[in-house]
């Protein structure tokens, strides 16, 4: 199946602070991307849907001032937690598909563990 | 409003038997059914997938069976192993560039 990279894998950041977790599709070209959150056991929650070159679309009770979101080009999606606060911290996952393709899969990065200290 | 429902939380199954994974929706809208394979601290693996205008989908172990009417579709792996031990996400979406919609998960312990 296709490849979807996450960057970091983990990260250790302090409250206040600023981090960004890239998300590139290595095999074909997304058209459009998902970032999710997911807490310890529970389901992946959708955060944002981007489409390459668009302002992201978030979910409602997502404050898009805070989780930052680029899709700037076709392989390559950023998440950018500004201000980050130790109820941040999650999994977050990213997902991408390539709808030129017709009825194609989603697929899904490794994640990225943020802990906030 | 949880629009996929897993209501298994976990299962147990012994190696070589079947292992059968429910899933429901509510939105009458979906017509384009995934179930993903997910160990702790990585992304969830694309398993198998079905279209509304299917009943059934086969690959290798794995079979999804679609009941529209019932709005329900099960995962049916056989003959169960214990590398398949992991959580199972049921998940669904509409026509056109529309997110996924995931269900809470049924985590799966196949027992040698």
Redesign the interface.
Known sequence: ?AV?S?HPSRVICKSGTSVKIECRSLDFQAT?M?WYRQFPK???M?MA?S?EGSKATYEQGVEKDKFLINHASLTLSTLTVTSAHPEDSS?Y?C?ARD?RQG?S???????T?LTVT | DQQVKQNSPSLSVQEGRISILNCDYTNSMFDYFLWYKKYPAEGPTFLISISSIKDKNEDGRFTVFLNKSAKHLSLHIVPSQPGDSAVYFCAARSSGNTPLVFGKGTRLSVIA
């Open positions: 199946g979807v996450q459009t998902f529970q389901s992946l959708l849907t489409n999994f996952i997902s709808l009825e899969e989603q697929y899904f990065g490794p994640g563990r």
